[in-house]
């Protein structure tokens, strides 16, 4: 059993170089030109390095990635063995396609210089390449629990020699719905074993999961849960449902937006967002679970080189995107779980920067306003609509919406495209077809209405 340890603020390293982690780590360290830990990093490392169980509170963008993969890269380098057939020595598990892609090329980086195998699994791809790559056994596997269940299905994967487990943004893991994923994976996973947790918010359903899978774990945080991040300027603004498509266009028209991320309930909403803001000459493109993995690394690649502005994203899309120079984050509709609010707007004000969080708030989205409001312990100031909304109003109204196969028409873009002119097509091309079902309704269990979140995070882990 392990002692919980506490760091003071004057114990902890200053410099990577205190850690003594094997040379070839220090050497992308150095590369990277990565000098001075973050305060996670600075609490973590030394109690990942001791062989701790490890419970850490986080919110994105506070560097937690290097957190684990800095020590679990110094047990595979320090402790070099032969690797069996499809066996995995450390295993990562996170929520979205987007976050095991990042964490992967995190390794890939911090590795660069004793070349560790990481593979990395995820649905909406080919399985069979995955197979093949987990066929000799690998050093790290990065997946998301859906896609990791079906290669164990088909037995190209064994998880009884990993070493280490890291679980990151435990608590979307849990509210998404893959609570039941984990409970079929940890039974697999050898009891003698290394478990790290990461999450940015601690709400109590995520301290028993770690009672079940961890054993007696240090704890760091380096903030508060549920809190806001503090360069952040928020506000919201009451409308009506309907009218939130011209309140998106005037928010767009009258401030200096470098890149924003727009947030929606649904898979079908984000693209009727983009078709809306495509009918006001403003492109934007969608990320959302119906996407193929292509698709969405395009969208994503187009968005981090400035060429589309606007990305309209669902929540369980959206985790894990960490894209420097985000300046707003936009609510179009109000996320019914506060802790979803923090980290949305988390999204933007990273790396030193400072950022804008607006919400557009209807009358079945109140509610949701005053829970946010009690759980981040902070009141979000309201804008009135601009003075000339109604004129806004009439004219968004009036639009013909592209058909639904064009997605995006050219508008405002990061290469001078202007927001009434006209705009040209980004490098990656025309956005991708639409897949156009009716949306999905939750089915009643146990006296509760499953929420669209929770829907769209069972279909990914099916694919």
Known sequence: MTTVKNITADDQPTDFSDFLLANPLLQALEKEKYTTPTPIQAQAIPLVLHGDDL???AQTGTGKTAAFALPSLNHICRNPIQ???TSVRTLILAPTRELVGQIAKSYETYGQFFKPSVCQVVGGVNINRQIRELSRGVDVLVATPGRLIDLMNQKAVTLKEVEILVLDEADQMLDMGFIHALRKIIPYLPKKR????FSATMPKAIADLAKQFLTDPAKVSVAPASTTAERVSQSMSFISKGDKPALLVATIESNPIERALIFVRTKHGADKVVRQLGAA?????????NKSQPQRERALQAFREGKILFLIATDIAARGIDIPG?????????????????????????AGASGEAISFVDSEEKSYIKQIE????????????????????ARVKS????????????????????RNGQGRRGSGGKPPSQRNGPPTRGRRGNGATQRPDQIEAREAAKS
Request: glycine share 10%; proline share 8%; aromatic share 4%.
């Open 55 to 57: 419970l850490g509170i």
């Open 399 to 418: 639009l013909k919406l592209p058909p639904k196969k064009s997605g995006a028409t050219g508008g405002r873009n990061a290469k001078g495209g202007g």
């Open 326 to 350: 985000v300046s707003h984050v936009i609510n179009y509709d109000v996320p019914n779980i506060p802790e979803q609010y923090v980290h949305r707007i988390g999204r933007t004000a990273r």
């Open 281 to 289: 000459n403003i492109e934007a493109v969608a990320i959302h679970g």
């Open 194 to 197: 290394q478990t790290l947790f």
């Open 83 to 85: 690797r069996t057939p």
């Open 374 to 393: 009690k759980v981040t312990r902070q009141k979000i100031p309201v804008l009135d609509l601009p003075e000339d909304f109604d004129d806004i109003l």
